[in-house]
């Protein structure tokens, strides 16, 4: 059965420092993978997807993810924090028909 | 478009009484999907439809929960009787992802805001 992992529950950066967010996956088949973003009280987002090609993945608001295929990781990245990307994050996997299931979530936390 | 639209927002409630939670879903979109999101168990899969059509309902907890999907425009998740544990938010998502297209997925879904529901 397709799955991620997350083996963070919460990364702490500093404003300006780069940041790095866990995912580890656990497929049969092509990998699709994506990355989620969950704002206080909404809705999750879409942030991007990894199907086929680059192994660096840009998306929205500054994010990039790097697909492993070794290491069988995605993990999310981002060049300089901001508080505003203080958020909870979720790492998912395409299954079967449809499917996509998600990590158990990491929270970011941006200090000033 | 206005996005996936879900109702109510908020929604307590006392042990034994029946929740019903609506879900718009995106004009065009194929897909709809339910949530569920606790602090302990996460985010799950509850169920999802293709073309109104439920297709895989095995995320769903137990008999009490019911979902349909009488048309493109409207969908519903109904809890009878509801019980404490049922607390928890519940998100619909509505995707434009067509299999018979062939291709990868898009992967992306349109989360509404949730519905939070809060079983005295």
């Known amino acids: 059965a397709q799955s991620v992992a997350q083996p963070e529950d919460q990364v702490n950066v500093a404003e300006g420092n780069p940041l790095t967010v866990k995912c580890t996956y656990s497929v049969s088949g092509n990998p699709y993978l994506f990355w989620y973003v969950q704002y206080p009280n909404r809705g999750l987002q879409f942030l991007l997807k990894?199907?086929?090609?680059?192994?660096l993945v840009k998306g929205s608001y500054g994010f990039e993810a790097e697909f492993n295929k070794s290491q069988t990781s995605f993990h999310l990245k981002k060049p300089s924090a901001l508080v505003s990307d203080s958020a909870l994050y979720f790492c998912?996997?395409?299954?079967?028909?449809?499917?996509?299931?998600f990590g158990s979530g990491t929270r970011l936390s941006i200090r000033p | 478009d206005a996005g996936v639209i879900q109702s109510p927002r908020h929604e307590v409630t006392e042990m034994g009484q029946e929740v019903t939670l609506r879900c718009k879903p995106i004009s065009g979109h194929d897909y709809l999907f339910w949530y569920r999101q606790t602090m302990m168990r996460g985010l799950e899969l509850l169920i999802y439809?293709?073309?109104?059509?439920?297709?895989?309902d095995s995320g769903m907890p137990e008999d009490r929960f019911s979902a349909k999907m009488p048309n493109a425009s409207f969908s519903t998740l109904k809890i009878q009787p509801s019980e404490p544990r049922d607390s928890a938010v519940y998100f619909c998502?509505?995707?434009?992802?067509?299999?018979?297209?062939?291709?990868?997925?898009?992967?992306?879904?349109?989360f509404g805001e949730g519905s939070r529901l809060t079983v005295l």
């Open positions: 998912a996997v395409y299954s079967s028909a449809s499917k996509i299931i």
């Open positions: 439809f293709n073309n109104n059509v439920p297709i895989d």
């Open positions: 998502a509505s995707s434009p992802d067509n299999l018979l297209a062939g291709g990868p997925p898009t992967g992306e879904l349109f």
């Open positions: 990894y199907i086929t090609g680059d192994n």
